[in-house]
């Protein structure tokens, strides 16, 4: 429950800094988009996972980049791209391909002066808690 408790009070902590620009921008570009991709690797990549099937059930035609059916992206389309650093090669790539596609792109990211800025995308900014900023309060063992 302790843990619960935690989560529930770090989102309390973030969601009203994501009331920015970047939240605007993305919410226009979804309802705009003739089609939704999602990129993104790791932990981001399988948030967007979740995020893209329930896209799909809400009638929405949603692909996540990579995968055996994902279309061509092209232009009315929109692609979210996710990273916590921002500079995560793959997605970061499939930024710049979507966009000289003529796509829509938005990224989602923890760092605001991530180098999606150079995508010429909106940016949507969510801050992580101190603690989970930090590699050195990461315990070695996990890295050992």
Same mark, same amino acid.
């Given at each position: 429950?302790?843990?619960?408790?935690?989560?529930?009070?770090?989102?309390?902590?973030?969601?009203?800094?994501?009331?920015?620009?970047?939240?605007?921008?993305?919410?226009?570009?979804?309802?705009?988009?003739?089609?939704?991709? !999602?990129?993104?690797?790791?932990?981001?990549?399988?948030?967007?996972?979740?995020? !893209? %099937?329930?896209?799909?059930?809400? *009638?929405?035609?949603?692909?996540?980049?990579?995968?055996? !059916?994902?279309?061509?992206?092209?232009?009315?389309?929109? @692609?979210?791209?996710?990273?916590?650093?921002?500079? !995560?090669?793959?997605?970061?790539? %499939?930024?710049?391909?979507?966009?000289?596609? *003529?796509?829509?792109?938005?990224?989602?990211?923890?760092?605001?002066?991530?180098?999606?800025?150079?995508?010429?995308?909106? @940016?949507?900014?969510?801050?992580?808690?101190?603690?989970?900023?930090?590699?050195?309060?990461?315990?070695?063992?996990?890295?050992?």
């Amino acid at each position: 429950m302790r843990a619960a408790a935690t989560i529930l009070r770090e989102l309390a902590a973030v969601l009203p800094q994501a009331a920015n620009d970047g939240a605007v921008a993305l919410e226009q570009a979804m309802v705009r988009a003739n089609r939704i991709f !999602t990129s993104g690797a790791g932990r981001s990549g399988l948030m967007l996972t979740a995020f !893209t %099937n329930r896209l799909m059930h809400l *009638g929405l035609s949603a692909h996540r980049v990579g995968d055996v !059916t994902s279309p061509a992206i092209r232009v009315g389309d929109l @692609l979210i791209v996710a990273s916590r650093s921002g500079s !995560t090669a793959g997605p970061l790539a %499939n930024a710049h391909i979507a966009a000289a596609s *003529g796509a829509a792109v938005v990224a989602v990211t923890a760092d605001p002066l991530s180098p999606w800025r150079s995508a010429q995308a909106p @940016l949507l900014s969510l801050p992580l808690p101190h603690q989970y900023n930090r590699w050195d309060r990461c315990s070695s063992r996990h890295f050992s």
